[in-house]
């Protein structure tokens, strides 16, 4: 959140660390369901109150992280 860069290194530790996360309830997380995820969290509500409690932002950074993460970013 610092450095606002969901393309930095770290960005893309904590993206890896998400799916990481994700894949110990969900077994596997293909890029496309990562993906999908994200845009729910900057998409909805709920989600975005939840991630954006303690730093605003929260949610579209991480949101953009996972998307160049995913590679989703450069799919329109």
């Known amino acids: 959140m610092k ?3 969901p393309a930095s290194d770290l960005a ?3 993206a890896d660390l998400h799916r990481r996360w ?3 309830y969900w077994g596997e997380c ?3 369901a990562h993906a999908g995820l994200a845009r729910l969290y900057a998409g909805d509500e709920r989600f975005t109150a939840y991630y ?3 730093q605003p932002g929260t ?3 991480l ?3 996972i998307l160049i993460y995913t ?3 450069r799919l329109g």
């Open 3 to 5: 450095t606002g860069d």
């Open 12 to 14: 893309r530790k904590a």
């Open 22 to 24: 994700l894949m110990i």
């Open 30 to 32: 293909s890029k496309e």
């Open 52 to 54: 954006d409690r303690e």
């Open 59 to 61: 949610a579209r950074l």
């Open 63 to 65: 949101r953009d992280a």
């Open 71 to 73: 590679g989703a970013d």
